[in-house]
């Protein structure tokens, strides 16, 4: 596995709070990552280190160069989509497309207007006519014609609706990941993005909590549904989390062999929505 | 260079408002102005019994002298200049604006980081905005101030023809080629005398949170009435006027085209009875020895400075 990014004492201090503190993690090519944490845990910081938006200290390499110092060629390898509608409003479609084309090297007109042609955009539309669905439209068709090795995504479905949430990260799947590239995403709504990942980060107060791939994350977290005969014995095992369900208990264990849980009730994998609950517990306290 | 060229279309993209339509209307406005106001003559002149042109010592042409056409050519030729210069006086107020936005608004919308997820190196965004305001946006307003100076000419020349006078052949004598030639060669000093200004304007917009527009007026403003409350220039033996002058207005004023001209060599201003004359005293090595003023390469230089800063401020700018 080449690591396409390798942070090492990632930290950033703004006037009021330290944004990231000390974060140190690696992500492999080929992988989709979720970053995910609460509001104000570093996500977006962390992203913006990596694109070379922000300054920093610590070691960060991606693609092997410093996106401090490289960021122009960098850029050419990496892809952003920043929030939804960060496309100026003044721009018409088809201007979109001949700009990116004529300045990015590694952008594919064609498949960018097969993409295109899939929706109902119109090339003299401008952005301000745009649906916020359509700007995300729009945006991701022109990325994903980029051949970059590195696609970084901060909360890319945030205000849309059910339909294009779904639509969005189907295409990324179908037409655009393969073993070359690797996607970075943060997002608040994790149950959509449970299928897709392959790893799973979870950063807390700018420091990387969890650093797991999903396979490893069946193996060490399990989720048993205990009776309340056997409500006592689950507690003795230290669970993460506890919680109620009609009268029975839902208990999140970590690390604890798999025989043992299966003597108190059925054992689940736990969801990550689940996982990120227990993990994160007193946030905000 | 292909990537730049695409920069500046960007701009024009999204400022064709200003850059194009502004100078367009102004001129179609100017135009209909001037229409209005040749059938007002037309119809009072009329009522009060037949129109004279230009008062008394205007000839028919039979008896103009070669030096009288001359005269006449020359003062079309202002007459173009001015139009050029009234439409670039509004372009310059159209850049003035835009140099404030250029590097501030796509902050505030945040389209800054559909831009910044594309390989542009924030120095040619930078240049390609500055390269717009200084040269794009004048050029077109040349053009466009030309053209409307010579549709003005064609205005008067029907209306004299009207009155059996042939201004056909005076119109001959006018140097439209020319005049456009020369405000075309007068860019690059403007551009070049405009630097402190754009930089200013452009620094003010890449650095300010918010309202880059208070900032880019109360700083230099603000210093001003500092300085001369307190006196401060008498430190350096210089009056409080010479801050305003090389400072203040050079920071402000010096889109305004041909705020040169105090600082070229001094005129020597023929008879003004004779435009060809002054239109010769006018000429571009006249213009172009304000080369030789200190505050053209000082405020050039301040100018490249801050445009510098602007860049810095596009790199690092960190908004949240």
Redesign the interface.
């Given at each position: 596995m080449t690591a396409v990014v390798t942070a090492t004492g990632l930290s950033k201090r703004?006037k009021s709070s330290q944004a990231l503190d000390g974060a140190t993690f690696q992500i492999g090519s080929g992988r989709i990552v979720g970053l995910i944490g609460p509001n104000g845990a570093g996500k977006?910081?962390a992203l913006?280190a990596i694109?070379g938006?922000?300054?920093f200290e610590g070691q960060l390499n991606v693609l092997g160069l410093d996106p401090r110092k490289d960021?122009?060629?960098l850029?050419?390898q990496v892809?952003?989509?920043?929030?939804v509608a960060?496309?100026?409003?003044?721009?018409?479609v088809k201007?979109a497309v001949?700009?990116?084309a004529?300045?990015?090297?590694r952008f594919d007109r064609a498949k960018c207007d097969a993409f295109l042609a899939r929706t109902k955009l119109q090339p003299m539309q401008k952005v301000k006519q745009l649906s916020k669905g359509m700007i995300v439209q729009l945006?991701l068709a022109l990325?994903m014609s980029i051949d970059a090795r590195l696609l970084v995504l901060d909360e890319p479905t945030l205000g849309l609706d059910i339909l294009y949430r779904k639509q969005f990260y189907q295409s990324l799947l179908e037409d655009y990941f393969d073993e070359e590239k690797t996607i970075l995403v943060t997002t608040h709504q994790v149950e959509e993005i449970e299928h897709i990942l392959t790893d799973l980060m979870f950063i807390r107060d700018g420091k990387i909590v969890l650093d797991t791939d999903m396979d490893s994350l069946g193996e060490r977290f399990a989720e048993v549904l205990v009776g309340a005969e056997f409500a006592h014995a689950a507690r003795e095992l230290k669970p993460l989390d506890e919680r109620q369900v009609f009268g029975k208990s839902i208990f999140l264990f970590d690390n604890v062999s798999r025989p043992e849980l299966e003597r108190l009730g059925e054992v689940r994998r736990p969801s990550i929505g689940d996982l990120f609950v227990a993990t994160m517990k007193g946030t905000y306290a | 260079m292909k990537t730049f060229y695409w920069l500046v279309k960007r701009e024009f993209w999204e400022h064709k408002g200003g850059f194009f339509w502004a100078p367009v209307v102004t001129g179609i406005v100017f135009l209909v102005l001037n229409g209005m106001g040749i059938v007002l003559g037309e119809v009072f002149g009329r009522k009060w019994g037949g129109l004279r042109f230009g008062g008394g010592d205007f000839h028919m042409q039979s008896d103009m002298s070669l030096a009288d056409l001359r005269n006449v050519g020359a003062g079309i030729d202002i007459m173009l200049y001015t139009v050029a210069a009234i439409i670039l006086g509004v372009t310059a107020i159209v850049v003035f604006f835009y140099c404030l936005g250029a590097l501030y608004d796509d902050r505030r919308d945040r389209s800054i980081l559909f831009w910044k997820s594309l390989p542009l190196s924030d120095t040619s965004t930078v240049l390609s905005k500055l390269a717009s305001a200084a040269l794009l946006a004048p050029a077109i307003a040349i053009v466009v101030g030309v053209i409307v100076g010579l549709v003005l000419a064609l205005f008067l020349a029907v209306v004299a023809t009207i009155h059996g006078l042939s201004l056909w052949s005076l119109l001959m004598e006018a140097h439209p080629l020319r005049v456009a030639m020369n405000l075309v060669l007068l860019l690059p000093l403007y551009a070049i005398w405009a630097l402190p200004t754009l930089g200013w304007l452009l620094l003010c917009s890449a650095w300010a949170k918010s309202k880059p527009f208070l900032w880019a007026i109360a700083l230099p403003v603000g210093s001003g009435v500092i300085v001369s409350w307190f006196g401060l220039m008498g430190l350096f033996n210089l009056s409080t006027d010479w801050y305003w002058k090389n400072v203040v207005s050079r920071l402000l004023g010096s889109l305004v085209p041909g705020s040169w001209v105090g600082n070229a060599s001094p005129l020597v201003i023929p008879g003004h009875n004779d435009p060809a004359a002054l239109l010769d005293s006018l000429d571009l090595a006249y213009h172009y020895s304000a080369l030789a003023s200190p505050s053209l390469w000082i405020g050039a230089t301040a100018g490249a400075a801050m445009i510098a800063g602007a860049v810095w401020f596009r790199r690092w700018r960190d908004e949240s």
């Open positions: 703004y977006t910081t913006k694109l938006l922000t300054t960021r122009d060629k850029m050419e892809c952003f989509i920043a929030d960060v496309l100026p409003r003044w721009i018409r201007d001949d700009f990116v004529n300045t990015h090297p945006h990325v | -």
